[in-house]
Nanobody, 123 residues
Framework: QVQLVESGGGLAQAGGSLRLSCAAS????????MGWFRQTPGKEREFLAT????????NYADSVKGRFTISRDNAKNTVYLQMNSLKPEDTAVYYC????????????????WGQGTRVTVSS
């Protein structure tokens, strides 16, 4: 059974940092692209970042480029999202997505999803 388990969400102040982790099990992790998305009430799910199977290719949404960094450790079956220079508008539920054949910013390309972790950024 494939499972993605997220951790690292919580409360941060504007300008601060958080590091999200997503540990995968039941998946041939290194064969697939991974991604991070977020969602706020009443809004569509927003693409943040994606990373290819080897970790050498990454792509970011303009809203987080230069502030967020996606990485992966295939030996640990884990993908990370380092979030720096946080802003109040970064407040959302953050979702780890896995099982994409190629790196993608489209949510429907991902076969598996984590439960979501809440991030709140205060001003």
């Amino acid at each position: 059974q494939v499972q993605l388990v997220e951790s690292g969400g919580g409360l941060a102040q504007a300008g601060g940092s958080l590091r999200l982790s997503c540990a995968a099990s039941g998946l041939s992790f290194s064969n697939y692209a991974m991604g991070w998305f977020r969602q706020t009430p009443g809004k569509e799910r927003e693409f943040l970042a994606t990373i290819g199977w080897s970790g050498r290719y990454t792509n970011y949404a303009d809203s987080v480029k230069g502030r967020f960094t996606i990485s992966r450790d295939n030996a640990k079956n884990t993908v990370y999202l380092q979030m720096n220079s946080l802003k109040p508008e970064d407040t959302a539920v953050y979702y780890c997505a896995g099982g994409a054949g190629v790196p993608s910013g489209l949510s429907y390309e991902y076969k598996f999803w984590g439960q979501g972790t809440r991030v709140t950024v205060s001003s």
